[in-house]
Every structure is written in structure tokens, then in C-alpha cells.
């Protein structure tokens, strides 16, 4: 598997997942603000008054980080999602426009506690200019989940001023109905009609959605797995599947149930995958935007309802003409929800966006450690205006720092745009918190247990470019095989895959438990001893100096 699968879960989901603690700090002038101790109890709690920047201060960015001080434990799994919303009022009803979207774990005594959720909300900055109420909402009103809130921002100038943020659908945290023969789902959607006014250059749809099933039951691909479809003016734009079925990929594992299963756009433990469209502006001044979603024709389906909302936000013209931000480090950093990639000895792995009016067809970036050392690589690529990529910087020379003298910290930086300077500083660099890949002797031994569904495993060692040096599969069930290698010195990843996204060890299957361990050929100390119960894949980059 080439490197760019290493990342091909993140990409998946990028944009909704963010740093956690001292991971991507900001370095331009930044402000934040924590409230601490929340609790919802009995599914709602709210914060009134909530007031986070005087009026016209230029915000670059904001994010919203959640993190929680206890994980309540449940015998049985109970779907419970919580959102996160604004309250306002417009002409005389006050309405809720969501920002955030997250899913409890199947949490028990050795769940990890450290769990955060980051959200990027610089869309919604402009709502938190004057006081608001800010309101949390809870599927489970049986449960009282405690958390802290911590909002994060960078002052600077943002893409192009939000015009305003309108609510287009908004189901009440049970969601909407779905297999209701009195009242189809289709017809509680109704087409919205949004009149742009001519300063608007930009309009960003931005959709919530997520399903509800059978409480307790695992969710068929075949019955749940359903498309929904958006509409301008009466033409189908967008067709996408409201289904997850990477949740064996989860950042928190392992976990108590099963947390592997696919789902109706979600996973235990993770934010929702959130649904961007950015629509074209042309000559029309009015759009007729339409949201229908895949029928069934089954009488009592496994899934019930659909929980939604989707807001349009309408952006005058940019501020800028040539400007690219730094999004976020994937690899190398310590943040929990990139744990499953790091750390590293290959590739760093970055996300840049086009922050300007001009198609961005070069970025010269500037990378190392420690601020000491300085690689130089011009990305070369065509975003417009809001696209992103994860870029693959040039590995860097890991290997001159030894045990006493390893760097602590990666830094990015953008030098120049389309080969000219970038107009807006406060987006041009990050840095990560790191630690560097463990280093073996090169004379390791490979040892694999095989469960009782050995067929599903394949192991798989491959070098810092991603290519393939030794692959094993077609094992037998409960047996055990040790493959002796001797390695030149180098960057080397071992993986193991599952076909079922089962791990080899799942509490909720009667296949056994299987074990993978690196172990020193020579003095037989065990080096690595990996979680079995991973999911889908679990890897470790390694390092072998001489």
C-alpha cells in the first residue's frame, strides 16, 4: 500500500477534525476563552450571555475545542449524539444554528479519558459578536455527560466577511422521522428560496447529517446505507452516501462494544462527518435549493429517523488575491486524533488551503525541528478559493539526533504564494509537539498469533516511500509464525490489515485473540507489542540506525 494511503482516513474527513492540546499552536497573536464543568443533564444544558469578541475585531480563525472531564459508562451502548448550537433570534422566534456535531464513545473503565474533539468554526465567527446563548443538546436525557469547552482563535484577516448565515433545515435532536407512511421524509423537506443579494460572491451550504437505527443494533449496509440529494434551482448538484464505513480507522480504540460497525454517517467516538457545497454564483439572484433523501419501501426498517440541519452561508468578496493558510500538521504530532499515524520517520504530512481570490498554483513552504533545521519544498498544485489538500513534504534526515539530543517540536511555514509574498501573515506557519519513531537494532523478528480468523490478516513492511518489501498472509487459524529480517539501516512501517475491521481480538466475536510483536532477534527483548483489538489497521514507523 503506498504512503498516500496512510492518510487516506483523514482525508476522508479533514476538514472537521482539528488540533488538540499544544498540537498546531498558533503562533500570530491568538486569543482564547474556557468554560469549564459543564454538565447536560436531562439532554440540555445552555450558557447565556456568552459573549467571545467585541464588535469588528478581525478574526482570522476560530476553533471550538471539546474535552471531556469524565466518560459516563453504560452497560449498553446507547446512540447519543450532541450538538452544539447558537441561539438567536430572528424577526420573533429565536432559532438554533448547529456548529458542532459529536458521538459518545462505548466507553468503560479502560476506555483512554483523554478525548478531545476540535472543530474548526471560523465560518461562525461572526455570530460570537455580541452576546449569545449557547446551547448543548443530548439525545440521552437519562445521562449527565460533564465537559469543558475551549474556544481558540487567531486575530488577523479572515477569507472574505460572512454576509450572514441562514437556516435552511432543522430537526429537533430526535431527528426526523424516516420510515413514517403518514408522513413521508421528503415532504417535511421542503425546498427553501434564498434571494443573494449582489454583494454576495461566495455561498457555502454546509449540512448536518446523521441517522438513527434500532437502539442496540448493528446498522446493514444493504438497509441503512442511503443517499440523499442536493438541488439548485430544480437541477440535481450533489449525490453523497450518509454513511461511515471507516469507523475501524477510529483515532479512540479500542473501545468497550462494537465500535467498528459502519454507520449512518457516524462513529462512537468521533465528530460527524460534516457535508460542505460550495455553490456557484451566477446571474441568478434568487436559488431554489431542494434536500430529498433515498426512501424505503421496508415496513419497519432498522433505521428511524434522520437527525439534520444545514445552514447557507453567503461570503462578500474576498479580502485577499494571493494568500494560502496552514490548516493543520498531520504527521509528525502528538495530537491524540492523528495517533494512529504518528509518530513518523518518513514524510511530514500538512493541510494548506487557498485563502485568496487567484487559483493557488504554488506554495514554497519551509520545514523542520526544533526551528533549527530548514528543508525547503514548492508544492505545486490548482485550488480555488476555500479548496485544501494534504500535502507529502520530502522526508527529513531523522537520523542525525540521537537518544540524548531528540527534538521536541515541528514547524511549517509558507514563504512565498504563486512566487510572490503572501498577503496575510497570521495563517503562514504551525508547529507540532513531537516524538520521533523508535529506533531497533537491524536484526528484529516478526511474531504473529493468528486468531481464529486468520484469513483476514495480511502483514505488510514498507519503506519510507511507501514501497513494499515484505508482505505475509494466507495464515492458518491459532498458529503462530516468526519471520527473522535483517534490515539496512533506513525508515521502515510494519502494518497489519483486517478484512473485516475486526482486529484480532473483538470482544463481541468468538474468533480468539491474536498478538503481533516486534521482538530483537539477538537479545529477545520484545519491542513493540501491538493493541489487538485495532479495527480495520494498526501500523508503527520505526527507525534502524546501523
Known sequence: MGKKALFFFIALYFSFHHQAKAQNEFVSPRGDTTLASIAIRSGKA????????????????????????ALPQNKYFVQNPIRIEVLRQNKEKTEAIEIARFFMPWANEKTDKDLVFSFDISAYSSLFDQAVVLQLESSNRSLTTNFSLKFKWKKGTAPAKVHSILNLWHSDINGIAYADKSKPINQQLKAKIVKIPKNIKYALLRIYLSGYGSENKVPSEEECSKFYFLSINKQTIAKRPVWRDDCGLNALFPQAGPWTSARTNWCPGQTLRVYDHFIALGTDTTLNIGLQLQETSKENPILKSFLLSANLILFEEAHLKNDAALVEILAPTNSPLHNRYNPICSSPVIRVKNTGSDTLKTVLLKYGLDQKQETKYRWRGELAFMEEEIVYLPPLNWYFYSQRNKPSSFFVS????NQKPDQENANNQLFSEINLAPVYPNRISIQFTTNLAAADNIIELVDDMGIPLFEAANFANDSTYTYNLDLLPGCYELIIYDKQGDGIYFPAKKTGKGSLKIIATKSKEELSIFEPNFGAEIRQQFMILK
Do not use: C, W
Open 414 to 417: 509558507i514563504a512565498e504564494v
Open 46 to 69: 445552555q450558557i447565556k450571555n456568552f459573549f467571545l469578541f467585541p464588535s469588528h475585531q478581525e478574526i482570522e480563525s476560530l476553533y471550538l475545542e471539546v474535552r471531556f472531564s
